[in-house]
Protein backbone atom coordinates (compact mmCIF):
# COMPACT_ATOMS: atom_id res chain seq x y z
CA UNK A 1 0.00 0.00 0.00
CA UNK A 2 1.14 3.76 -0.79
CA UNK A 3 2.49 6.06 1.61
CA UNK A 4 -0.39 8.73 1.68
CA UNK A 5 1.67 11.44 3.37
CA UNK A 6 5.14 11.25 0.81
CA UNK A 7 2.17 10.97 -2.10
CA UNK A 8 0.72 14.35 -0.91
CA UNK A 9 4.16 15.79 -0.39
CA UNK A 10 5.31 14.68 -3.55
CA UNK A 11 2.58 16.27 -5.92
CA UNK A 12 2.86 20.15 -3.97
CA UNK A 13 4.80 22.49 -5.92
CA UNK A 14 8.12 23.36 -4.80
CA UNK A 15 8.23 27.04 -4.35
CA UNK A 16 11.45 29.16 -3.90
CA UNK A 17 10.20 32.17 -2.84
CA UNK A 18 8.85 30.57 0.00
CA UNK A 19 11.54 30.60 2.47
CA UNK A 20 11.40 28.72 6.76
CA UNK A 21 13.74 29.60 9.01
CA UNK A 22 14.58 29.36 12.66
CA UNK A 23 13.42 32.57 13.28
CA UNK A 24 10.17 32.65 12.22
CA UNK A 25 6.64 31.92 14.30
CA UNK A 26 5.92 28.53 13.77
CA UNK A 27 2.57 29.73 11.71
CA UNK A 28 4.87 31.64 9.66
CA UNK A 29 6.84 28.45 8.92
CA UNK A 30 3.67 26.16 8.54
CA UNK A 31 2.36 28.99 5.90
CA UNK A 32 5.11 28.69 3.97
CA UNK A 33 6.20 25.36 4.51
CA UNK A 34 2.64 23.69 4.09
CA UNK A 35 -0.15 26.45 3.33
CA UNK A 36 1.66 28.05 0.59
CA UNK A 37 2.03 24.68 -1.54
CA UNK A 38 -1.23 23.94 -0.96
CA UNK A 39 -2.53 26.95 -2.59
CA UNK A 40 -0.24 26.77 -5.79
CA UNK A 41 -1.54 23.11 -6.27
CA UNK A 42 -5.22 23.92 -5.81
CA UNK A 43 -4.93 27.16 -7.44
CA UNK A 44 -6.80 26.04 -10.34
CA UNK A 45 -9.89 24.26 -8.35
CA UNK A 46 -10.22 27.58 -6.45
CA UNK A 47 -10.89 29.29 -9.89
CA UNK A 48 -13.22 27.06 -10.86
CA UNK A 49 -15.17 26.86 -7.48
CA UNK A 50 -15.28 30.92 -7.41
CA UNK A 51 -16.47 30.74 -11.05
CA UNK A 52 -19.23 28.41 -10.07
CA UNK A 53 -19.69 31.08 -6.73
CA UNK A 54 -20.23 33.76 -8.62
CA UNK A 55 -22.61 31.77 -11.03
CA UNK A 56 -25.01 30.69 -8.82
CA UNK A 57 -24.89 33.92 -7.27
CA UNK A 58 -26.56 35.16 -10.76
CA UNK A 59 -23.53 36.34 -12.09
CA UNK A 60 -23.42 39.50 -10.49
CA UNK A 61 -19.43 39.91 -10.50
CA UNK A 62 -19.51 40.51 -14.39
CA UNK A 63 -20.98 43.58 -13.70
CA UNK A 64 -18.80 45.62 -11.44
CA UNK A 65 -16.14 47.39 -11.31
CA UNK A 66 -12.65 45.80 -10.79
CA UNK A 67 -12.48 47.87 -7.73
CA UNK A 68 -16.09 46.26 -6.54
CA UNK A 69 -14.77 42.86 -7.65
CA UNK A 70 -11.74 42.65 -5.25
CA UNK A 71 -14.24 43.53 -3.05
CA UNK A 72 -16.56 40.56 -3.46
CA UNK A 73 -13.67 38.46 -3.64
CA UNK A 74 -12.45 39.47 -0.67
CA UNK A 75 -16.02 38.98 1.43
CA UNK A 76 -16.76 35.86 -0.04
CA UNK A 77 -13.70 34.61 1.03
CA UNK A 78 -13.92 36.58 4.67
CA UNK A 79 -17.35 36.71 5.35
CA UNK A 80 -19.20 33.94 3.54
CA UNK A 81 -18.97 30.90 6.30
CA UNK A 82 -20.51 28.11 3.74
CA UNK A 83 -17.79 29.23 1.22
CA UNK A 84 -15.62 29.94 3.42
CA UNK A 85 -15.10 26.62 5.39
CA UNK A 86 -15.71 24.66 1.52
CA UNK A 87 -12.12 27.04 0.57
CA UNK A 88 -10.64 25.73 4.04
CA UNK A 89 -12.13 22.00 3.12
CA UNK A 90 -9.74 22.30 -0.29
CA UNK A 91 -7.10 22.62 1.91
CA UNK A 92 -6.75 20.89 5.04
CA UNK A 93 -8.08 17.75 2.94
CA UNK A 94 -4.19 18.30 1.86
CA UNK A 95 -2.15 18.37 5.24
CA UNK A 96 -0.38 14.96 6.15
CA UNK A 97 -1.66 13.77 9.60
CA UNK A 98 1.13 15.53 11.61
CA UNK A 99 0.71 18.84 9.93
CA UNK A 100 -2.70 18.26 10.65
CA UNK A 101 -2.50 18.12 14.00
CA UNK A 102 0.19 20.93 13.88
CA UNK A 103 -2.30 22.92 12.07
CA UNK A 104 -5.04 21.99 15.46
CA UNK A 105 -2.63 23.55 17.35
CA UNK A 106 -3.33 26.83 16.50
CA UNK A 107 -6.53 26.25 13.90
CA UNK A 108 -8.24 29.69 14.03
CA UNK A 109 -4.71 31.86 13.49
CA UNK A 110 -3.67 29.15 10.71
CA UNK A 111 -7.23 30.03 9.18
CA UNK A 112 -6.59 33.35 8.47
CA UNK A 113 -3.45 32.94 6.80
CA UNK A 114 -4.92 30.46 4.87
CA UNK A 115 -7.55 32.50 3.70
CA UNK A 116 -6.06 35.88 3.13
CA UNK A 117 -3.73 34.00 1.12
CA UNK A 118 -6.62 32.47 -1.08
CA UNK A 119 -8.22 35.77 -1.42
CA UNK A 120 -4.91 37.38 -2.66
CA UNK A 121 -4.79 34.16 -5.04
CA UNK A 122 -8.54 34.68 -6.03
CA UNK A 123 -7.44 38.57 -6.62
CA UNK A 124 -4.07 38.47 -7.95
CA UNK A 125 -5.95 35.76 -10.97
CA UNK A 126 -9.13 37.99 -11.83
CA UNK A 127 -8.61 38.21 -15.41
CA UNK A 128 -9.48 34.24 -15.02
CA UNK A 129 -12.39 35.31 -13.74
CA UNK A 130 -13.73 36.81 -16.97
CA UNK A 131 -17.16 35.53 -18.27
CA UNK A 132 -16.91 33.39 -21.23
CA UNK A 133 -19.83 33.27 -23.32
CA UNK A 134 -20.07 29.08 -24.75
Known amino acids: MENRESNL ?7 LNARVSENMSNDEQFQNKTIRP ?7 LFIEVFKNYIKKRKNTFYELS ?9 NA ?7 RNSLKGMIIGQFTVEEYLQYTQ ?26 KVA
Open 106 to 131: NSSALNKRMMSIVKERLQDNVQLLEY
Open 66 to 74: LEKRMNFIE
Open 38 to 44: IVKLQGD
Open 77 to 83: VQKDMKF
Open 9 to 15: LAIRPKL
